[in-house]
C-alpha cells in the first residue's frame, strides 16, 4: 500500500479504507498461523522409529480404546502391564475422567473401563495389545453411549438364529482445514463418475492411509473383508465381516480406531459425516448385510421377505438407531438420491441401490442368502445397528 495525504491505495489507484485493510491483514497472517499450526502439527516419523526400535523388556503396553460421550467419537489411553495378557481376566478393570469425555460431571468424574475384547496391536506390536473397553459410571451403570452391554444381551437371546452381519464403512479424507483431501483449494473436483473404485492420481486421493489400514486390520485379526474407492473423490469404503453377534460392533470399532490411528500418522482427518459436502455429491453409509441361520439355507428367501416385512413395520424406530442423533445426521444423506432412499419412506428391491432394503441379483436368482439394509449412516454405533435388525426379525420386539 501507498501512503497519500489521509489516503490509501492499492496498486490499482483504488482507494481503501483502513478496515479493508486490517480485514486483509487478518487473513494474510490468519492464514499464515494456521499453515505453521498444521506444520507444527506434523513430526518425523524417521525419528520415532529410533525409539520404538528399542527393547522394551517383559513388560506389555497396552492400549484402552474407548466411546466416548458424543457416541461417534473414540479415545484411548495406555496401561503398562507386567507381562503378556493371556486372557481377559488378566487385564485389569481402569479409569479415567469421564468429565473431559461428555460422560460425567467434574464433581464426580471416574468413570470405568471394562476391558471386553482384545486384539494385537499393529502400531507397538510385538506382545502389546489393544484392548477395546465398554465404559461404566460411578454407579456401575453403563454410560449412556455404552451400547454394547445391551446388545450382547439381545445376541444372546437369538443366537439360535445365528445372526451373520457385514458392514460397509463409508469414509472422508479430509485436510486439516476441514477440506476434502487431494480436492482444490479453490474449486471442485470433476464430478462424480470416474472415481469409484478408480486408478491413476488424477482420480484416487489417499491410496496410501488405505494400504496401511487395511494391513493393520489383517494384523490385528480383524475380519476385514475388502476396501475400494468410493464414488465421491477422496471418499473410501472398507467391509468388515461375515462374523457373528456382538463382534459385528467389536471388530469395527477397532477397525475405527486403527484408521483414525493410520491417519493421524499420514497428517489426514478421517470424518464419517454422513453428508460432508453439499451439492451433487455422494453422502456416506454404513450398509449393513444381513443374515439368519435360516436365510442362509435353500428355500431362505421366504425368510428374507420375512424379514424384510417385518423392517417395513419398524421403519421409524430403526432410523432413530442408524445414527448418533436419532435420524438428524441422516435426514442429509438419505434424500432419494445420489444411491439413496428416501428417509421418510421405506422401500425394498432386488440390485436396487435407490430403497431402503437391497436384495442382491444373485440372492434373489439361487432363492436364499442375505439382504442389505442399506439405511444406517457412516456415523452410526454398530451394536445400535446390529441389536435393532436382531430384535426386530428374530426377537418380534
Known amino acids: 500500500l501507498v501512503q497519500s495525504g489521509n489516503q490509501k491505495y492499492g496498486r490499482n489507484g483504488q482507494q481503501l479504507s483502513v ?36 527393547p522394551q523388556g517383559t513388560r506389555v503396553q497396552a492400549t484402552y ?10 479415545r484411548s489411553k495406555t496401561k503398562t502391564l507386567e507381562g503378556k495378557p493371556g486372557k481377559m481376566e488378566d487385564l485389569p478393570i481402569w479409569n479415567y475422567d469421564g468429565s473431559s469425555c461428555h460422560q460425567a460431571e467434574g464433581s464426580n468424574s471416574d468413570t470405568y473401563l471394562h476391558p471386553v475384547k482384545m486384539y494385537p496391536c499393529p502400531f507397538r506390536k510385538g506382545d502389546n495389545v489393544l484392548v477395546l473397553c465398554e465404559a461404566y459410571k460411578y454407579n456401575k451403570e453403563p454410560t449412556k453411549t455404552n ?26 479424507f479430509l485436510d486439516q482445514d476441514g477440506h476434502p483431501f487431494g480436492w482444490p483449494k479453490n474449486g471442485f473436483p470433476g464430478p462424480q463418475g470416474p472415481y469409484y473404485c478408480a486408478v491413476g492420481a488424477s482420480r484416487v486421493y489417499g491410496r496410501d492411509i488405505v494400504e ?40 469395527l470399532w477397532v477397525a475405527r480406531y486403527i484408521m483414525e490411528r493410520v491417519a493421524e500418522d499420514f497428517g489426514v482427518v478421517v470424518s464419517l459425516d454422513p453428508k460432508p459436502m453439499v451439492g451433487d455429491w455422494n453422502g456416506a453409509g454404513a450398509h449393513c448385510n444381513f443374515s439368519t441361520k435360516a ?33 438428524k ?51 452410526c454405533d454398530p451394536y445400535s445397528v446390529t441389536m435393532v435388525i436382531v430384535k426386530t426379525t428374530c426377537l418380534g420386539d
Open 147 to 172: 451400547k454394547r452391554k445391551d446388545c450382547l444381551a439381545v445376541m444372546e437371546k437369538a443366537k439360535e438364529h445365528k445372526p451373520w452381519f457385514g458392514i460397509e464403512q463409508e469414509y472422508t
Open 212 to 251: 496401511a489400514h487395511y494391513r493393520c486390520c489383517l494384523y490385528a485379526g480383524i475380519k476385514i473383508s475388502g476396501t475400494n474407492a468410493e464414488v465421491m473423490p477422496a471418499q473410501w469404503e472398507f467391509q468388515v465381516g461375515p462374523t457373528e453377534g456382538i463382534d459385528m460392533g467389536d471388530d
Open 19 to 54: 478496515l479493508h485493510c486490517l480485514i486483509n491483514l487478518y487473513h494474510k497472517y490468519s492464514t499464515c498461523s494456521t499453515l505453521k499450526m498444521q506444520c507444527h502439527a506434523q513430526t518425523s516419523k524417521a525419528v520415532l522409529d529410533r525409539y520404538m526400535s528399542l
Open 329 to 379: 445426521d441422516n435426514e442429509r444423506r438419505l434424500t432419494g438420491a445420489h444411491e439413496t432412499s428416501s428417509i421418510l419412506d421405506f422401500s425394498s428391491g432386488v440390485a436396487n441401490r435407490g430403497a431402503s432394503i437391497r436384495i442382491p441379483r444373485e440372492v434373489s436368482a439361487q432363492g436364499y442368502g442375505y439382504l442389505e439394509d442399506r439405511r444406517p449412516s457412516s456415523n
Open 65 to 74: 480404546i474407548w466411546i466416548d460421550g458424543t457416541g461417534e467419537g473414540l
Open 295 to 327: 436365510m442362509r439355507e435353500v428355500g431362505g428367501m421366504k425368510h428374507i421377505e420375512a424379514a424384510i416385512e417385518k423392517l417395513s413395520k419398524n421403519h421409524d424406530s430403526h432410523i432413530k438407531a442408524y445414527d448418533p442423533n436419532e435420524g
